[in-house]
């Protein structure tokens, strides 16, 4: 496999990463403001733990949702440390946000941008060469 495929893959496997976190983090919002919404009408006092990047502290989180929020902790911690510093209500909707915008525009635009960069390099054809002739004007 060349480099520029394998750094396609990479790429899609973290945007893949980022869109199931995210959504996981959506189900498990609707779902708290659902029960928040119960406890209001009935009259019984609510609180939500969370943790450092906003997400809801449960003892029945599943092994497989800690992997992937720590892969994608990984991955946004850059784009998670600029939203607390921007955002004047850090909300976990404006980091967990914030964060799969700066992941999408790195991994996802950023390195499908440096694969096609390597292998228009690694083939010998540059900015102003004609692919078919192989003609660059100013050389002789």
């Known amino acids: 496999m060349k480099l520029p495929s394998l750094i396609r893959w990479i790429s899609a496997v973290a945007c ?41 502290i449960s003892d029945g989180t599943a092994r497989w949702r800690l992997e992937l929020d720590r892969f994608n902790d990984a991955l946004t911690a850059p784009g998670e440390r600029v939203a607390h510093q921007v955002a004047t209500v850090p909300s976990p909707w404006t980091i967990r946000g914030f964060a799969l915008i700066f992941g999408v525009i790195i991994f996802g635009f950023g390195l499908r941008f440096g694969a096609n960069w390597l292998e228009r390099a690694g083939s010998g054809r540059g900015r102003h060469s004609d692919s078919v002739t192989g003609f660059t004007p100013g050389y002789r």
Do not use: C, N, Y
């Open 16 to 56: 893949a990463v980022f869109a199931l976190s995210f959504g996981v983090f959506v189900w498990d919002e609707l779902g708290a403001a659902s029960d928040g919404q119960k406890a209001k009408i009935s009259g019984t006092p609510t609180t939500i733990a969370r943790d450092a990047h906003g997400r809801m």
